[in-house]
């Protein structure tokens, strides 16, 4: 198989890109990267070939010689290199900026700084406990859905924009999963958890889910 994909189970990076591929119907092999067993494999000299940044996911297509890392630059490449009827990306300028808005709402603004490095640089180096660590990711997940469950409230439909899955859905499911995993009280969001829910349904969702990757415990 020529695709392959460098991904950690709970990863909300990688869950992206696994429904990326979902959507678009493409074979991939799971090339599992535990970030915690051995203090990381993605430290290792091998995986710091493929992905300086030592972060997942990974994107390696060997057929086109093409290894990427970033998941949204991995995703906008999926959609362009394999186009559908159902684009992640319209085509009107302003509605790609806006789908872009909310998936950097949470890339930018929530998952980077909640995320395992972070959250493991606040326990080893600033003490702080497990009850300190809850609250942190809670009020940065609690700062980006305010804001775009206020986006949403004028643009959604069945999905976060309209009716059709976009960019914005496959960033926003994965981070549902993560603040549900912290007990984030998603009544206070009932837009963004509505998307959520209507994306569960779908069969590229469900597979990229992280209970039901390889690697999960």
Request: proline letters at 6%; aromatic letters at 10%.
């Amino acid at each position: 198989m020529n695709i392959k994909l460098y991904s950690y189970w709970r990863s909300s990076a990688s869950y992206r890109v696994r429904i990326a591929l979902n959507l678009k119907q493409l074979e991939y092999e799971y090339v599992p990267v535990h970030l915690v067993n051995s203090g990381g494999e993605q430290k290792g000299d091998a995986y710091k070939g493929l992905n300086p940044s030592m972060l997942v996911p990974t994107f390696v297509d060997e057929n086109e010689d093409v290894i990427l890392n970033q998941s949204l630059a991995i995703i906008e490449y999926l959609d362009e290199k394999y186009p559908s009827e159902s684009p992640f990306l319209p085509q009107h300028s302003l509605d790609r900026a806006r789908i872009r808005m909310i998936a950097q709402d949470v890339c930018c603004d929530i998952q980077p700084v909640s995320n395992l490095r972070v959250l493991n640089k606040l326990k080893s180096e600033f003490n702080a406990n497990g009850d300190a660590v809850t609250k942190w990711s809670h009020d940065v997940i609690h700062a980006g859905f305010e804001a775009i469950e206020s986006r949403l409230g004028t643009r959604a439909g069945k999905y976060a924009y309209g009716y059709d899955v976009t960019l914005a859905d496959i960033c926003i499911v994965p981070q549902v999963y993560n603040a549900l995993r912290f007990e984030v009280d998603m009544s206070k969001f009932p837009t963004i958890h509505k998307v959520y829910n209507n994306c569960q349904k779908l069969p590229a969702f469900i597979d990229a889910a992280p209970q039901n990757q390889l690697d999960a415990p």
